[in-house]
């Protein structure tokens, strides 16, 4: 069975910096593109960034470039996201989803999410 | 980008009730149009890949069809359990997009 696992959100100060992760077990965690999704309260599904299962190719959202860094450590199954730069649009759950191929972009497994706040 | 346009944002049934969400495309993505249902304070759930394919363990009432730019779920002998928010997501390239989900709400 697929679980993923996202750890890290917590309360950050504008400007502030954080390191979400995303523990990954039920599957070969190398041979699938991961992604990360948030969803602003009360809003809907955006799409943040996405890593190859060879973490070679990374892809992010125009809102987040520069600022987020996707990035995954296959020998320990984990998928990472570091926050730089932190604004209160960036206050929201933050989803790692697994997707159904090395490079794909279709999702298929979803974690619980992890809630991150930007406030001072 | 491609942007993904759903319609209507919310809608109301009864249980037993059939209903129909549609999702437009701003340019043509073939059947990479992948729909997933959120219930409150959890994560998202696949239903449908490849348009009308239906994911392992999805019930049957659950239906999606399209091409091209437009598409539709289709939820026939609404459960309670149905009552969540959907959304559709094109995988046919990045940027990755989500539609703005549709409330789906008990009558």
């Known amino acids: 069975e697929v679980q993923l696992l996202e750890s890290g959100g917590g309360l950050v100060q504008p400007g502030g910096a954080l390191r979400l992760a995303c523990a990954a077990s039920g599957f070969t965690f190398s041979g699938y593109a991961m992604t990360w999704v948030r969803q602003a309260p009360g809003k809907g599904l955006h799409w943040v960034s996405s890593i190859s299962g060879s973490g070679s190719s990374t892809y992010y959202a125009a809102s987040v470039k520069g600022r987020f860094t996707i990035s995954r450590d296959n020998s320990k199954n984990t998928l990472y996201l570091q926050l730089n730069g932190l604004t209160a649009d960036d206050t929201a759950v933050y989803f790692c989803?697994?997707?159904?191929?090395?490079?794909?972009?279709?999702?298929?497994?979803w974690g619980q999410g992890t809630l991150v706040t930007v406030s001072s | 980008d491609i942007q993904m346009t759903q319609s209507p944002s919310s809608l109301s049934a009864s249980v037993g009730d059939t209903v129909t969400i549609t999702c437009r495309a701003s340019q043509g993505i073939t059947n990479s149009l992948a729909w997933f249902q959120q219930r409150p304070g959890k994560a998202p759930k696949s239903l449908i890949f490849?348009?009308?394919i239906l994911q392992s363990g999805v019930p049957s009432n659950f239906s999606g069809s399209g091409s091209g730019t437009d598409f539709t779920l289709t939820i026939s002998s609404l459960q309670p359990e149905d009552f969540a928010t959907y959304y559709c997501?094109?995988?046919?390239?990045?940027?990755?997009?989500f539609g703005q989900g549709t409330r789906l709400e008990i009558k």
């Open positions: 989803a697994k997707s159904v191929a090395v490079a794909g972009k279709r999702l298929d497994s």
């Open positions: 490849a348009a009308s």
């Open positions: 997501q094109q995988y046919s390239s990045y940027p990755i997009t």
